[in-house]
């Protein structure tokens, strides 16, 4: 695990290092480590929260859809004479 220390390290060089430069694939992976860490993954419980209301979101916005339409359907029926 990357300490503080370190990882101001390699902030430092990347400051440091002039545009195009070519990275290590060692040096690449340490700083992919490195980044990996800070990632704040979300809880159970608020994946499944988000994921229903998704799942609603999506309900809501295909019945809107489907209505417009039928109300589209009707109007081209009267003006075609159908």
Known sequence: MATVVEEKKVQ???????QGEKVS???FLKE????????????????????ISVIILVAIL???IY???KIFEVIANYFMGK
Do not use: H, L
Request: proline share 8%; net charge neutral.
């Open 12 to 18: 430092a060089d990347e400051a440091n290092k002039p």
């Open 25 to 27: 694939p060692i040096k």
């Open 32 to 51: 992919v480590k490195t980044e990996f860490f800070k990632i704040s993954w979300p809880t159970k419980d608020q994946v499944s929260k988000e994921f």
């Open 62 to 64: 295909t019945g809107s």
């Open 67 to 69: 209505v417009i339409d």
